[in-house]
């Protein structure tokens, strides 16, 4: 069990949530449901009121919290893709169903969770030797909604799109 896990806060959604999240990401499952040992705030006695799961390793907590609490960009789930195909995987699954897409890779899912998309090349372009490169990195992440490796790398080496 993880020391520090996030819990996430939901009006009757933490198992859908839940199971939604798990459905994207490899290393994820549903660790266990508890339900309300009676009536409270967060609902009747017998439905759901916390679910602990793993995503991709790493241990969360969302809890039917009996009303609905707005999500910001102050807090995130960054999520470290290897190549577009992961990339496009998780942004077309998280946009899903009533989920927006933002700039900058950044996609406000159904429950109103922010995620970022991020290719793992990202880091490597904005942060590499070729400071014109980095900065046209930059530039070009600025102007897409989901991001593009091709189009990332095509910027670093200064080359125009095809």
Not at 41 to 67: C, D, H
Not at 103 to 115: A, F, I, K, N
């Amino acid at each position: 069990m993880s020391k520090i896990a996030p819990c996430l806060w939901f009006n009757g959604e933490a198992e859908d949530a839940a199971n939604f999240y798990v459905s994207l990401l490899p290393d994820s499952r549903i660790n266990k449901i508890q339900r309300n040992p009676s009536d409270g705030p967060a609902g009747k006695e017998g439905q759901v009121l916390v679910v602990n799961f793993t995503l991709a390793g790493q241990e969360y907590m969302a809890l039917n919290g009996g009303m609905r609490v707005e999500y910001t960009h102050a807090i995130s789930f960054k999520v470290d893709c290897t190549d577009q195909a992961e990339v496009d995987r998780l942004w077309d699954g998280l946009s899903s169903n009533g989920g927006l897409t933002l700039q900058c890779g950044w996609v406000r899912d159904r429950y109103g969770v922010s995620w970022q998309i991020v290719p793992s090349v990202l880091p490597q372009l904005l942060g590499g030797a070729d400071a014109a490169g980095a900065k046209r990195t930059m530039q070009a992440m600025l102007g897409m909604t989901k991001l593009d490796i091709s189009e990332l790398r095509r910027a670093y080496e200064g080359k125009s799109a095809a």
